[in-house]
Nanobody
Framework: QVQLVESGGGLVQTGGSLRLSCTAS????????MGWYRQAPGKQRELVAT?????SNNYAASVKGRFTISRDKNTVYLQMSDLKPEDTAVYYC??????????????WGQGTQVTVSS
């Protein structure tokens, strides 16, 4: 069993910064990739950023240059700067994890609220 636990959300003013963290624990053989997605009210969940085991990064166009994803062992971080009201959403951690040589699964965290006030 694998768990993803997120922290770091909150309320911030336009132009401010926040750092999200997500730690994976449990029956982990290898983490292939980790990432962040977000879902605003009435909208579909969308990719924010991902990072592979070789530290290759991918960002949504809307956050490129403002957000930075990084990873240290089983923890992934999302440093968010120059936040805008349109960044307001529930942010979800995601991980693609091998639990042994033959089986890999995709996992989601519980979500953390980020609210940017104008």
């Amino acid at each position: 069993q694998v768990q993803l636990v997120e922290s770091g959300g909150g309320l911030v003013q336009t132009g401010g910064s926040l750092r999200l963290s997500c730690t994976a624990s449990g029956d982990i053989f290898r983490i292939n990739s980790m990432g962040w997605y977000r879902q605003a009210p009435g909208k579909q969940r969308e990719l924010v950023a991902t990072i592979t085991s070789s530290s290759s990064n991918n960002y949504a166009a809307s956050v490129k240059g403002r957000f930075t994803i990084s990873r240290d062992k089983n923890t992934v971080y999302l440093q968010m700067s120059d936040l805008k009201p349109e960044d307001t959403a529930v942010y979800y951690c995601n991980a693609d994890i091998d639990i042994n040589y033959w089986i890999h699964n995709n996992y989601w965290g519980q979500g953390t609220q980020v609210t940017v006030s104008s």
